[in-house]
């Protein structure tokens, strides 16, 4: 027992020594009811949020405005029931075609920062609007792009590979292994690219939900290989917070600030659920 306590106060340690990189910074997350469903038809619900623990609702709700729900045969699916409440947002959407079905909420464009009569400004939107939006006269003016994704899986039936077709835009994950088809104590592969070009020696971080029942935040870190790929073994059943980001002259975490002039930026989330 005293070196079981030993080892818990050595590991909340390393967790507080941490905290700069990951539990101090807000993670964005969307959560699926289910994610493995039979039948002819079903329901799922999806949660979102920003928080400091991930599934756990304690600090903002998430906008929903660019969420995307893709059917398998490529058509999209309207959200149904949408309501953003103060700490989540959530909806429910009905499927109805057998195959997997893709639930992102990704966002990219420009950010640009820019000095005018000795003012400081700063605009963040489509990089179609920035030329508009920038003032006559503005003087130092940079700008970087940006591309957010935050996605997750559901497959009625059987598993289809449709929706994991590549937009090209950000940060994206091309299954090896199909992201509702993965079980606690078995390894699962994933390749992670960049503007459709290989991300390698990447760091992706992989977080248990549940951490508010338990001392331990089981989180670990594993890294990519040449190829932009990276295999874990779930250590057990439930869902799993997936993370990894890029930025321009070196990595930036989850949930990196906004202060100085832009860089450009991708992050990208996604949501597993690993069955037992």
């Known amino acids: 027992m005293t070196r079981f306590k030993t080892a818990a106060a050595a590991i909340a340690l390393m967790a507080a020594l941490a905290a700069p990189l990951s539990a101090q910074a807000h993670r964005r997350w969307i959560l699926p009811s289910s994610t493995v469903l039979s039948g002819a038809d079903a329901w799922i619900g999806i949660d979102g949020g920003i928080s400091n623990q991930v599934f756990v609702a304690d600090h903002a709700a998430m906008r929903f405005d660019n969420v995307k729900v893709t059917a398998p045969d490529g058509s999209t699916v309207a959200p149904e029931h949408l309501m953003q409440g103060q700490y989540r947002s959530t909806f429910d959407i009905h499927l109805t075609q057998p195959g997997t079905y893709k639930i992102a909420n990704a966002s990219a464009g420009m950010m640009v920062t820019w000095t005018l009569n000795g ?68 390894a699962a592969t994933f390749q992670l690219i960049r503007e459709n070009q290989p991300m390698a020696d990447t760091e992706v971080t992989i977080a248990r939900g549940g951490i508010r029942y338990r001392d331990n935040p089981d989180e670990m870190t594993v890294k990519t290989d040449a190829e932009g790929k990276f295999t874990v073994t779930w250590p057990e059943a439930g869902m799993y917070w997936i993370n990894t980001a890029w930025r321009a002259g070196g990595p930036a975490p989850e949930g990196m600030g906004r202060g100085g002039p832009p860089v450009a930026s991708a992050s990208y989330v996604a949501v597993f659920e690993v069955l037992p």
């Not at 003032?135 to 700008?143: E, N, S, Y």
């Open 119 to 186: 003012t400081p400004g700063r605009w963040r939107g489509p990089a179609a609007e920035m030329a508009a939006n920038v003032p006559a006269g503005a003087t130092d003016v940079v700008g970087a792009p940006f591309a957010n994704r935050i996605e997750t899986f559901a497959t009625l039936g059987e598993p289809t590979t449709t929706v994991f077709q590549p937009t090209g835009v950000g940060i994206e994950l091309v299954p090896v292994t199909h992201p509702t088809d993965v079980v606690a104590g078995e």
